[in-house]
């Protein structure tokens, strides 16, 4: 079935430092979505990307849809201790636009 | 507006014991979702809800069921619970479809001895 592969599943860095998640589809997706959860708490979305080659920033937050719509990244800029969580991509298959297909997530953890 | 609320927050099931868990939400969403959330399995979606009276299964409903009667309530059912369903349980809701974002519930944290 379709899978979307996202790495890294862990990432430790310092306050200050830069941090990007990535996230891989088996299959042609027709928009993917990111979102973040809290330690505790619940996904929240971020943003939503429907473009081949599309980027979108949040802040220090770059989000890019590649140029053929099967991969997606998150690069977040000098990282905050606010930046802790969990982010998730979620697409919807271009055939199948009923469900997100979820990455399992990466966790990220900020040092101070 | 609540947005998406969940009850109850945490419940301590014995095997073979029944329960039902209520999601309501008060953004005049048609679509709805129940998922649940376990440490390195991500979200995995159980059931959803394309509208009031309609229900479909996700990728893994088995040992659940759902209903939708009302268009702002979607309710899980676990008819006998097993120590495999001890989870975090989240409810969604969205507008649409592909184009819509999920908004999440806070979650029910549940245990099955």
């Known amino acids: 079935g379709q899978q979307v592969m996202q790495i890294p599943q862990y990432q430790h860095v310092q306050e200050g430092e830069d941090f990007t998640t990535y996230c891989n589809s088996s299959?042609?997706?027709?928009?993917i979505q990111w979102y973040k959860q809290r330690p505790g708490g619940h996904p929240v979305f971020l943003i939503q990307l429907v473009k081949s080659g599309e980027v979108k920033k949040q802040k220090r937050l770059t989000f890019q849809f590649g140029e053929a719509k099967k991969n997606s990244s998150l690069h977040i800029t000098a990282t905050q201790t606010t930046d802790v969580g969990t982010y998730f991509c979620?697409?919807?298959?271009?055939?199948?636009?009923?469900?997100?297909?979820w990455g399992l997530g990466t966790s990220l953890a900020v040092n101070p | 507006n609540a947005g998406v609320t969940q009850t109850p927050k945490f419940r301590v099931l014995k095997t073979g014991q029944s329960m039902t868990l209520l999601c309501a939400q008060d953004?005049?969403?048609?679509?709805m979702y129940w998922y649940r959330q376990d440490p390195g399995m991500g979200l995995r979606l159980i059931h959803y809800s394309v509208g009031e009276g309609t229900t479909a299964k996700g990728e893994v409903p088995d040992g659940y069921n759902v209903s939708r009667l009302k268009k702002q309530n979607f309710l899980l059912g676990l008819e006998s619970a097993a120590p495999s369903q001890t989870s975090v349980y989240f409810c969604a809701s969205s507008y649409g479809a592909d184009t819509s974002k999920q908004y999440f519930g806070p979650g029910t944290r549940l245990t099955v001895t």
């Open positions: 953004m005049n969403h048609e679509y």
């Open positions: 299959t042609t997706l027709s928009n």
């Open positions: 979620a697409g919807f298959n271009a055939g199948n636009n009923r469900k997100l297909i």
